[in-house]
């Protein structure tokens, strides 16, 4: 059928051709190793009931596993920030369950996704180890900017004063550009010497723009000691 097509259309065929066989097989790699993350979450912890993406939102199981790696392998009981609740709750409680110590406060701004997550806690004994704070979002002035964000003056109360593990997942993007910047310049000091920041969603652009804004902030850039992505997130290390 191509031996019709003149040269050029004939080169331009194959390149899409090819580009297409390239984003089946990536596609492919990556379903096969969150196939896989799943398995170890669910085989580490065997929680009572099934832990669900609760919409295409959700981090991804690469990344929740990464996460519940870093818990687990905390010298001393870990302190977890999560803006934005999910499944990632659920593991992150089961880690801290098979601990035996540690805790985490999970920010969502939603007061029903907030209930929806607390009855999705529930079934798995984890209470004493996670809590689940509404925080509504509200104009916030910044040097950058004004954000809507979390309530800065619920996260002050209800977020440690240390905080070794941070995960950006919320707010949504869709409430406003560069929505997820506020969380550093806002909790950056109680980031604890040797703690992780992980931005989800770091496959989009504007994620891109809210970690080169914080490199900006010289003081947060001078902790800084490595940097990696996994799956959709970015992982981001701090000096002891």
């Known amino acids: ?82 803006l934005g609740s999910g ?33 999705t806690l529930e079934p798995h004994g984890v209470q004493r180890f996670v809590q689940v704070v509404q925080a509504p979002l509200t104009d916030i002035n910044l040097e950058m900017g004004t954000f809507p964000w979390y309530d800065v003056s619920t996260i002050y109360a209800q977020t ?18 560069s929505a997820r910047y506020p969380a550093v310049p806002i909790l950056a000091e109680r980031l604890s010497p040797g703690g992780i920041v992980v931005l989800d969603d770091y496959v989009r652009e504007e994620e891109q723009r809210v970690q080169e804004m914080w490199l900006d902030i010289a003081s947060f850039n001078r902790r800084v000691t490595s940097m990696r992505q996994v799956s959709r997130s970015l992982f981001i290390k701090l000096v002891d």
């Open 1 to 82: 059928m191509t031996d019709s097509l003149d040269p050029k259309a004939r080169e331009a065929l194959t390149r899409f051709r090819d580009g297409i066989g390239r984003e089946i097989r990536n596609a492919h790699f990556e379903t096969s190793r969150e196939v896989g993350a799943a398995a170890y979450l669910q085989n580490r912890f065997r929680p009572d009931t099934h832990v669900y993406p609760e919409s295409s939102f959700a981090a991804s199981y690469l990344t929740v596993a990464v996460l519940v790696d870093e818990i687990l392998a905390s010298e001393s009981p870990p302190t977890i920030v999560e």
């Open 87 to 119: 499944m990632s709750t659920v593991w992150m409680a089961l880690a801290l369950l098979e601990r035996g110590d540690g805790y985490l406060i999970s920010v969502e701004h939603d007061a029903g996704y907030t209930d929806m997550i607390q009855e």
């Open 160 to 177: 440690p004063h240390t905080i070794d593990l941070l995960f950006i997942d919320g707010p949504p993007a869709s409430t406003s550009i």
